[in-house]
């Protein structure tokens, strides 16, 4: 039986990894969207929003054309070949 997300039923430490297993590689943050994507879920760690309204938040700004999370350049990028 999977256990509750919500933030009633969590610590701030199990929100912050459900976030962790749930973003995948955050330590890489080589595509960019990494710290994007951790800034979106600050709310529901810290326990302001429940994980429903930040992705319902998130998904209005995406059809509204609002800015979202800025990409980062890749730490990586460029050293393929060296």
Do not use: H, W
Request: net charge negative.
């Amino acid at each position: 039986m999977r256990k509750s997300l919500l933030i009633a039923d969590t610590t701030r430490e199990e929100r912050e990894q459900i976030v962790a297993e749930s973003v995948g590689n955050i330590d890489g943050l080589c595509d960019g969207c990494s710290p994007g994507l951790l800034n979106m879920y600050q709310d529901y760690i810290e326990g302001r929003m429940e994980l429903k309204e930040v992705n319902r938040a998130f998904n209005a700004r995406y059809i509204s054309g609002a800015a979202g999370p800025d990409r980062g350049p890749c730490a990586s990028a460029g050293r393929e070949n060296q």
